[in-house]
């Protein structure tokens, strides 16, 4: 596998789901991990979850959608591993199953605020110590399949993941030349809790994704957080501002 011997990983939303995945596999392949997230309990665990299998990890919780509260998750971060390296920005919510003309303002105040707010506040600050130290850094920032194309019923969801794409695009091309790559994981439909609330809403619809999708299954959180760790990696070394579909194919139809 991949070593991450020696490097500082941070990774926001990791309380669950596809950012715990991805924690647990920095934390495998030896990175001092920085578990990020509003969920108290839920990161706890998954730091506690790295240290049982032999790994460094410090949790820190952290609304990504307040400017403070971000700027002292970096501040932590530097102050107890020296320097950050890596930073995987996977905080997101998923609300709606609506046509856009139903949905209402506070659901896009809310789905905007943690997928678009919550990701540029952590690249401005990532950014800002990764330009300070020595070696730069590399960022991947989770958008969507519904950040390559439209995904009906999530208007929204789609428009936030779409602005997630435009921005990693951007700071790609804005400091590349700093030694800093930054790309996104777009997942398909990839089985965790996120996706277990939305079946819950629609039953017999999981076997009708399942046949939908050119490999036949959905896709677990161990693929995306494979795909974040590669990005993360010294073999991903020439490429930045990308958009990297895990999916089963499905962008692909
Ligand atoms: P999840 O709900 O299982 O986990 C998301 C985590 O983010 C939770 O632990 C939650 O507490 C945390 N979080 C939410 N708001 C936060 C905030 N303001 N500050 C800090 N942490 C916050 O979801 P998941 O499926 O693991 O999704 C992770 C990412 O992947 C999201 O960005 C989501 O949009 C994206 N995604 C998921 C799928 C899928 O099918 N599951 C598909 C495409 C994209």
């Not at 107890?80 to 919510?93: E, P, T, V």
């Not at 990532?126 to 208007?155: C, D, F, H, W, Y």
Request: neutral net charge.
């Amino acid at each position: 596998g991949i070593s991450f011997a020696g490097k500082v990983v941070l990774v926001t939303g990791a309380a669950g789901g596809i950012g715990r995945a991805a924690a647990l596999a920095f934390g495998r392949a030896g990175a001092c991990v920085v578990v990020a997230d509003t969920s108290v309990d839920g990161g706890h665990a998954t730091a506690a979850m790295i240290v049982e299998a032999g790994g460094k990890a410090l949790f820190v919780a952290c609304n990504v959608t307040r400017d403070a509260e971000v700027e002292a998750l970096i501040d932590k971060t530097v102050s107890y591993y020296g320097r950050l390296d890596c930073a995987f920005n996977n905080a997101g919510i998923e609300e709606e199953y609506l046509p856009l003309a139903e949905a209402d303002e506070a659901l896009y105040d809310r789905i905007m605020s943690v997928n678009v707010k919550g990701t540029w506040l952590c690249m401005k600050y990532e950014i800002r110590q990764m330009l300070k130290q020595e070696g730069g850094g590399v960022i991947v920032n989770t958008a969507s399949v519904a950040g390559l194309v439209g995904a009906p019923t999530q208007a929204i969801y789609a428009a936030s993941k779409h602005a997630v794409v435009g921005m990693t695009k951007t700071a790609a091309v804005e400091y590349g030349r700093a030694g800093i790559r930054i790309n996104s994981v777009c997942p398909g439909l990839i089985d965790t809790p996120l996706l277990a609330r939305a079946l819950k809403r629609e039953p017999g619809r999981e076997q009708k994704l399942k046949d939908a999708n050119p490999i036949g299954r959905l896709g677990q959180a161990g693929d995306i957080a494979d795909a974040a760790m590669w990005l993360c990696s010294s073999h991903a070394a020439f490429i930045t501002g990308h958009q990297l579909a895990v999916d089963g194919g499905l962008s692909a139809i």
